[in-house]
Each structure stands twice: as structure tokens, then as C-alpha cells.
């Protein structure tokens, strides 16, 4: 690691920690005498390797800026880093964040095959579905043309999901929502909309073939819309039942020790209902979500299409001390485009196309929403002393979050100086 002093946190998908971790993690602080410890928590991910390699990326420009620095008390700040695995997957054909020259070649114009590593990253989320991910691949492998077959696919994935929900405890972006009935409606027309979304403007036809060609293409993404639903199920229970008792333990811990949370795509998610399970008396001092792949009402107090209702986390950001900031831009296709397409399909699959997508957007894409006095900041006013002290914060960093190509776009592309710098300032982290 290119920093340290680094620990790392491990939780299983019921949000359970390592607690020899945990415990390191907590004498620790102590014994380096921190002033201040930055946690980032990845997004999909296949394994620890890989999440640690982007930690490394991320972390790489905080020594320098950081060295020599002094809190408002005039004292040495002194930072410590860590590092949060938990169990998540991405399909390989997307690009590793920050590196997408080693992406394998783009699934926007190849056959919707379900290769090996996706199968294997599949069969790790979807422990007693190995039978059911068998048969998916034949079925993407062969693409038979027979409506029975494609609406034995989206079966098929529907099951996966909704066996793994039992028990899960999920809460969703907003008040009032049950979890949604993915898959609903009819499967070519879920198909054809997911293919129509991957096109990017272009003519699918052109891209993928027509006919049966294209509907198969949006079968495969189907399929990984539906394992991101995992995804973000378990995120949440991460954050609400691991994460935020185990800041509550170290916050007992190192009272004065100051905390700052960092989180990536779904990882935002995890970090933003860690909120959620902090303990009575404890706080976080910064809260950063990096293209975060949760609701942009996730925060509001009431909706603005049912204002009986809020979001999950109404009131949570009042458990940080200093501001809630969110980094969008609008060249993450991840969350611009597949999101609101997903959110609406899951609840409303038989009219997709044409449809406003404000209801069911990501704060990734466009920011928070409907949160009273939340700042809206370009990323040049941010970094020139521009975030407020509190509350919920937006900032449109599309100049510096702007490579990638489909599937996800530049939802990926968060190693920047920039970046770094907007943690370092939203944290106050050496005045």
C-alpha cells in the first residue's frame, strides 16, 4: 500500500467484520496517535486484489498532500488510511476503475456470452445457484430463436434474485418501496429496451443485429442488472449492520479521533447507511460518495412526486459534522442510462421507453435531490473553498470524471488528484 498507516476491514454479506480486523484497526489509532482516518469502500468488485489495487490508486496522491499539514489547534495532523472488502462482483467485460486500457474488449458489439471469470463471480454471489448459472449460459451460448426459451432466461435470473433475498433485510433508496419485482412483464420487451439502452443513440440493429440477435444482447445485460440488485441489497446491510457498529466501537475507542467516509458506486451505498448503524452518540466527521449507484432521494425528506414520503436516509447526513459531498457526472452511462432504466423496468416493465427518468435516478449521474439548502458546485468551486461546512453538497466533476466506454461509461474513472484533494477538503483534514 502507498500509504500508511493502513488497515483494512472484511465483512461478509451479512455484514458481519473480521473482528481481529476490527481490533487491530482500533489499537491502532491509538497507537499511532491519528487525528484523522479515511476509510474508502470499492464498488462491484471480483476480489481483494483488485480492491486493494484501486485503494492504492485512489490513496496515491494524500502523503504529499497532507505532508506538513497542521489542524486549527496548530498541532501535526496525523492521517491514517483504511480499506473496506466486502463481498460484491462486476461482469469482466467492464473496466477496472482507473485502468481501462486492461478491460477485455467491450460486450457492446461482441455475443452475450457468459464467460468463465463472470460465471465463476456469479456462482461466489449466488452460492446455490450454480445449476440455474449453468443453464443461463447455454442459453446465452446457443440464443435460441423461440420465445419460450428467452422467457425461461428471465425466470431463471428472476429466481436467482429472489432467493437471495430471503432474509436479507433490505431497505430500499426510498420510503414506503418494496423491493422491486425484477423482471416483471414481458421478457422481449425488457430485452429489447436493455438493448435499445446499450446502443447509445446508435441503431442496435447496426451494432448487434436485429431480431433475435438483439433481444439476446439484452437478455445478457438483464442478467447483470439483476446481480447489481444483489449488489446494492448488500451494500445497504453492509453499511447498516457491519460498518457503522464497528465506527461505533472505534469511536468509543478514540473519542477525538476524526473519521471520514469515502465510498465508491455501490460502495457509497455501503458507507452512506453506515449512517444508519452508528450508535447513538457517534459521528463521522466527512462523507464523500464517488458516482454513488443509490437514489438521488435517498437523503430527501420528502419526495417530490409523493411528498408523504422520503428517502432511507432522511436526516442521516446530520450524523456527519462536516458535509455530505457528492461527485456526479454526466459520462457515467452506468447510472445516466442502465440505472433509471432498471429502477423503471423493475416496476414497470411494460412502459419503458420515453419515460422521464428523474423518478429513478442515481446521485452519480445528477447529484442529490430535494434535500433543502444542498450546495450544487462545479468541481473548479469545490476545490477553490467552495464546499460548505455541512449538510449535502453536489459536485459535477464531469471534466476529470469523463473516460470509459459501455457498458459503464466513466463510472469507473475516479483516480484524480482532483478527487483526492475534494476528500482532503471536505474532511478539513489540515485546516
Known amino acids: 500500500m502507498c500509504v500508511e498507516p493502513y488497515w483494512e476491514l472484511t465483512f461478509d454479506a451479512d455484514g458481519d467484520v473480521h473482528t481481529g480486523e476490527r481490533d487491530a484497526l482500533v ?49 501535526e495532523v496525523r492521517v491514517g488510511y483504511g480499506g473496506v472488502i466486502w463481498p460484491s462482483m462486476r461482469f469482466t ?60 432466461f428471465t ?39 436493455f438493448a435499445d439502452a446499450l446502443a447509445g443513440g446508435e441503431a442496435p440493429e447496426e451494432l448487434f443485429g436485429g431480431g433475435w440477435k438483439k433481444v439476446w444482447k439484452g437478455a445478457h445485460e438483464l442478467l447483470r ?16 449492520r457491519g460498518l457503522g457498529p464497528a465506527l461505533g466501537v472505534l469511536a468509543r475507542s478514540a473519542p477525538d479521533l476524526r473519521i471520514h467516509l469515502v465510498g465508491h458506486s455501490f460502495g457509497a451505498r455501503l458507507m452512506a ?41 432522511k436526516g442521516a447526513y446530520r450524523r456527519v459534522r462536516g458535509p455530505v459531498v457528492c461527485v456526479h457526472s454526466r459520462h457515467d452511462t ?18 419503458v421507453l420515453g419515460v422521464d427518468n428523474t423518478r429513478w435516478g442515481a446521485m452519480g449521474y445528477d447529484g442529490i435531490q430535494s434535500v433543502d439548502g ?7 468551486r469545490a476545490l ?12 459535477d466533476a464531469s471534466v476529470v470524471v469523463s473516460r470509459g466506454g459501455p457498458p459503464s461509461g466513466a463510472h469507473g474513472d475516479i483516480c484524480h488528484d482532483e478527487l483526492a484533494r475534494l476528500v482532503l477538503l471536505a474532511g478539513r483534514i489540515g485546516g
Open 27 to 75: 489499537a491502532g489509532a491509538g497507537r499511532e496517535r491519528l487525528t484523522d482516518l479515511v476509510i474508502f469502500a470499492h464498488g462491484w468488485n471480483n476480489d481483494r486484489s483488485r480492491a486493494t489495487g484501486l485503494y492504492r490508486r485512489f490513496f496515491a496522491p494524500f502523503p504529499a498532500l497532507v505532508d506538513g499539514a497542521v489542524g486549527a489547534d496548530g498541532d
Open 93 to 152: 467485460d467492464e473496466p477496472v476503475p482507473d485502468f481501462p486500457e486492461r478491460a477485455l474488449a467491450t460486450t457492446a458489439t461482441g455475443p452475450p456470452v457468459l464467460d468463465e471469470a463472470t460465471r465463476q463471480a456469479l456462482t461466489t454471489v449466488f452460492p446455490d445457484g450454480e445449476e440455474t448459472l449453468t443453464r443461463l449460459a447455454e442459453l446465452l451460448e446457443h440464443r435460441p430463436e423461440a420465445p419460450e426459451r428467452l422467457a425461461e
Open 374 to 380: 444542498s450546495a450544487r458546485l462545479s468541481l473548479a
Open 334 to 351: 452506468a447510472l445516466g442510462v442502465m440505472y433509471p432504466l432498471a429502477s423503471r423496468l423493475a416496476r414497470d416493465a411494460d412502459s
Open 273 to 313: 447507511f453506515g449512517l444508519r448503524g452508528l450508535p447513538d452518540e457517534a459521528t463521522v466527521s466527512s462523507l464523500t460518495l464517488l458516482q454513488g449507484a443509490f437514489s438521488h432521494y435517498a437523503f430527501s425528506s420528502r419526495l417530490p412526486f409523493d411528498t408523504g414520503r422520503g428517502g432511507a436516509l
Open 225 to 240: 442488472q439483476a446481480s447489481y440488485y444483489t449488489m446494492k441489497r448488500r451494500a445497504g446491510t453492509v453499511g447498516e
Open 155 to 193: 425466470g431463471l435470473v428472476r429466481a436467482l434474485v429472489t432467493a437471495d433475498r430471503a432474509g436479507a433485510g433490505f431497505v430500499q433508496d426510498l420510503e414506503g418501496e418494496s423491493e422491486p419485482a425484477v423482471l416483471a412483464g414481458d421478457p422481449e420487451a425488457v430485452c429489447e429496451a
Open 384 to 395: 477553490d473553498g467552495g464546499l460548505p461546512a455541512e449538510g449535502c453538497a453536489s459536485v
